[in-house]
């Protein structure tokens, strides 16, 4: 399968799409992560992509309506579908999300499915934190974590106000 990429600049670093030939949306990369090899640039494939990532930036986004198509096994693909459940500017705890698959005992597994999120941002595992409040790891850094969960808490904010 040909994947096609393309380069987003935002305020947590370089981004890089990763779409299918049907413009499905596969990865979406930080800096550090590599491009699979073979991949092929085209922006214009990646640009409903870099469209809806310019608005949640400006604060003009609080949800994402793109064709996804994360590979994973059935587990890691029901935990990220919970992700997608989390309200914007709303944060839940591993222990919390394991139980509403119906896995209450299963917090380190769905932290681990959560760690694999191939698509983060838009699949939104910045939404999930420790079950003491704390930020723990995540694939673009805890700055970037800390980043994203403060645009979305103050525009939550705002629009409660």
Not at 3 to 29: E, K, M, N, Q, W
Request: glycine share 10%; charged share 20%; aromatic share 6%.
């Amino acid at each position: 399968m040909t994947l096609f990429a393309a380069r987003i600049d935002s305020p947590i670093g370089p981004l890089t799409a990763l779409v299918d030939g049907d413009g499905a949306l596969t990865h979406l990369l930080f800096a550090h992560q590599p491009v699979p090899a073979g991949a092929a640039w085209d922006e214009a494939r990646c640009a409903p992509v870099r469209a809806q990532l310019e608005e949640y930036f400006r604060g003009e986004r609080d949800a994402f309506d793109l064709p996804l198509a994360p590979a994973g096994t059935e587990f890691q693909r029901r935990v990220w579908d919970e992700l997608a459940r989390i309200p914007f500017g709303e944060t839940v705890d591993y222990g919390s999300l394991a139980a509403r698959l119906g896995r209450p005992g299963a917090a380190r597994a769905v932290g681990r499915a959560n760690a694999t999120n191939p698509i983060p941002i838009i699949v939104p595992c910045h939404r999930v934190i420790g079950a003491n409040g704390s930020l723990t790891g995540y694939a673009g850094g805890l700055p970037a974590k800390t980043m994203l969960l403060e645009l979305e808490d103050g525009r939550s904010r705002q629009a409660a106000a």
